[in-house]
């Protein structure tokens, strides 16, 4: 166990709604980072937080918006969700922003859209 | 910009043999690596990284990584593998400073037969 915790484990919606994913970090950690998994294309960085503030962004859609809020936990909002953006989102946490830190992985969402 | 290469995307090998997974990096920068592991159905866990220091990096379970800067590689290998190290296998790169993106590479499937 990692300590990173994510909501909801699965989630199975349609084309064209709007999901809410959220991650609570490890106790301690200010950094939180979201990444999507999918089989064409790999595990992709998509944002990071520190401490409430957007810290480095990736390969992030502009129908996803994210934020971290003052009791360090993150959301991952998806809307006019498509097909393809089924996948499996990752979060993790870290203590600081640095790339050398170590970031702990929570278990996942799995989003399916149909 | 940095990338990585995982040059296996499968890796079937027998319980006891010796195992080699391949990565190399493109970076223009001094760099930070790391091996991430993910068992099935479970988030990624840290296996070694590599930030200074000795080029040879060990992890408690028995696997080793070698950062070659000539050669911009960070093989991992183990000597002798079991059952329970069947899981897939990402490495990722970083950059020193300001630049906190971590890329991973498209991972590699180690599946270890009896």
């Known amino acids: 166990d990692s300590g990173v915790t994510q909501t909801p484990k699965h989630l199975i919606t349609a084309t064209g709604q709007r999901v809410t994913l959220r991650c609570s970090p490890r106790?301690?950690?200010?950094?939180v980072y979201w990444y999507q998994q999918s089989l064409d294309q790999g595990l992709q960085f998509l944002i990071q937080y520190y401490n409430g503030e957007e810290r480095a962004k990736g390969n992030i859609l502009e129908r996803f918006s994210a934020q971290q809020f003052p009791d360090l936990h993150s959301e991952l909002n998806l809307s006019s969700l498509e097909l393809g953006d089924s996948a499996l989102y990752f979060c993790a946490s870290s203590v600081g922003s640095g790339g050398w830190y170590e970031q702990y992985f929570g278990p996942g969402t799995r989003l399916t859209v149909t | 910009a940095q990338s990585v290469t995982q040059l296996d995307s499968q890796v079937p090998v027998f319980e006891e043999a010796p195992v080699e997974l391949r990565c190399n990096y493109s970076s223009s920068v001094s760099v930070y690596l790391f091996w991430y592991v993910q068992y099935p159905n479970q988030g990624l866990q840290l296996l070694l990284k590599y930030l200074s220091g000795s080029t040879l990096v060990k992890s408690i379970n028995g696997f080793e990584a070698e950062f070659n800067k000539s050669q911009t590689s960070f093989h991992l290998r183990k000597p002798s593998v079991h059952i329970s190290d069947t899981a897939e296998y990402f490495c990722?790169?970083?950059?020193?400073?300001?630049?906190?993106?971590?890329?991973f590479g498209k991972g590699t499937l180690l599946t270890v037969n009896p």
């Open positions: 990722a790169v970083t950059r020193g400073g300001s630049n906190y993106k971590l890329t």
């Open positions: 106790s301690g950690d200010l950094s």
